[in-house]
């Protein structure tokens, strides 16, 4: 699906993966962390309320496979071990500050909510208004 007058191919294998390589609950929010800076996995699990210590070490493991995040390993007991965006990772910032503000001015969060509760009405179908109303229809 190419749109007309840009060179942006909403098919491009390309974009697809790059999305594929920031999904997720958590990579999100562990990049946007380390926009701050060089944090120990201590720092990140802490900062990551909620975060299963697996998921966080499956999480970087990945982003550094991709490599977004470069990972330190110091010679100590317990072992240290550092992460910090790479060149690639940094350049995410823009993209991410982008989406956000564009999340922001569509308000998602009230749509999603609004969509839980009109599907949430016991069973009901709702009137083609109130369909009308949610997918914003004119006539």
């Known amino acids: ?80 071990v550092e992460y910090k965006l790479t060149t690639r990772g940094a350049a995410l910032r823009p993209v991410l500050i982008a989406l956000q503000r564009w999340s922001k001015t569509q308000d998602v969060a009230g749509q999603r909510n609004q969509q839980r509760r009109s599907s949430n009405q016991g069973g009901r179908v709702p009137s083609p208004d109130q369909i009308e109303h949610q997918f914003g229809i004119l006539h």
């Open 1 to 80: 699906m190419k749109v007309r007058g840009t060179d942006f191919d909403g098919n491009s294998s390309d974009l697809v993966r790059s999305i594929k390589l920031i999904a997720g609950k958590w990579k999100v929010k562990i990049i946007c962390h380390l926009f701050g800076g060089t944090k120990r996995f201590s720092e990140l699990r802490r900062l990551l309320a909620g975060v299963h210590r697996g998921t966080l070490t499956y999480g970087l493991r990945g982003l550094h496979a991709d490599g977004i995040v470069s990972r330190t390993q110091y010679p100590t007991v317990p072992p240290t």
